[in-house]
T-cell receptor
Framework: DGGITQSPKYLFRKEGQNVTLSCEQN?????MYWYRQDPGQGLRLIYY???????QKGDIAEGYSVSREKKESFPLTVTSAQKNPTAFYLC??????????????????FGPGTRLTVT | RKEVEQDPGPFNVPEGATVAFNCTYS??????FFWYRQDCRKEPKLLMS???SGNEDGRFTAQLNRASQYISLLIRDSKLSDSATYLC????????????FGKGTRLSVIA
């Protein structure tokens, strides 16, 4: 049963603590993404990775870090430097355009999300 | 960064009504277009891709107008279960970059 999993569903942390959100996929997708969504707002891209051992900053990377050591996994660390970390965090994956003949973008598939609350 | 604009709504329509959403995009080089659906407090889910010739999936019809740089989604015979936020998504064709998501249009179908 292929899909994307994120854990935990709800996470509570004290201000000043780093926290790592998990994202795993078994869709054999090369590309993975992290977004945050605030109430009533759209998705904002944090980081993305088109291939293992490589990742790029998105629009709001400050205060976050990622790693991509395995194709299946793309964990996101919310550091204490992130000013407003409370949000809904969504991970997604897609087929990658790198090396592909197809010239247009591929649809992304999302995990169920993690709601992070920092107090 | 290229933009995707949507009317945020909410659109409140009675069951059985036909409703249409439009979305405009700024990057004329965009080549891929999608509609996603997001239920309250859930992840976005792909509703349908949008093809140049337009495409239909049951009660849903998507159209692309490249000249005016907009895409549309038409929902016929609205059901209560159609209540959700509909996200317009476009690829930013400046290389191997991710999709660009609109902020969404909220639809409430009322009994």
């Amino acid at each position: 049963d292929g899909g994307i999993t994120q854990s935990p569903k709800y996470l509570f942390r004290k201000e000043g603590q780093n926290v790592t959100l998990s994202c795993e996929q078994n869709l054999n997708h090369d590309a993975m993404y992290w977004y945050r969504q605030d109430p009533g707002q759209g998705l904002r891209l944090i980081y993305y990775s088109q291939i293992v051992n490589d990742f790029q900053k998105g629009d709001i990377a400050e205060g976050y870090s990622v790693s991509r050591e395995k194709k299946e996994s793309f964990p996101l660390t919310v550091t204490s430097a992130q000013k407003n970390p409370t949000a809904f965090y969504l991970c997604a994956s897609s087929v990658s355009r790198v090396g592909a003949n197809r010239v247009h973008g591929y649809e992304q598939y999302f995990g169920p999300g993690t709601r992070l609350t920092v107090t | 960064r290229k933009e995707v604009e949507q009317d945020p709504g909410p659109f409140n329509v009675p069951e059985g009504a036909t409703v249409a959403f439009n979305c405009t995009y700024s990057n004329s080089a965009s080549q891929s277009f999608f509609w996603y659906r997001q239920d309250c407090r859930k992840e976005p889910k792909l509703l349908m891709s949008v093809y140049s010739s337009g495409n239909e999936d049951g009660r849903f019809t998507a159209q692309l107008n490249r000249a005016s740089q907009y895409i549309s989604l038409l929902i016929r015979d609205s059901k209560l279960s159609d209540s959700a936020t509909y996200l317009c998504v476009v690829n930013d064709d400046s290389g191997n970059t991710p999709l660009v998501f609109g902020k969404g249009t909220r639809l409430s179908v009322i009994a």
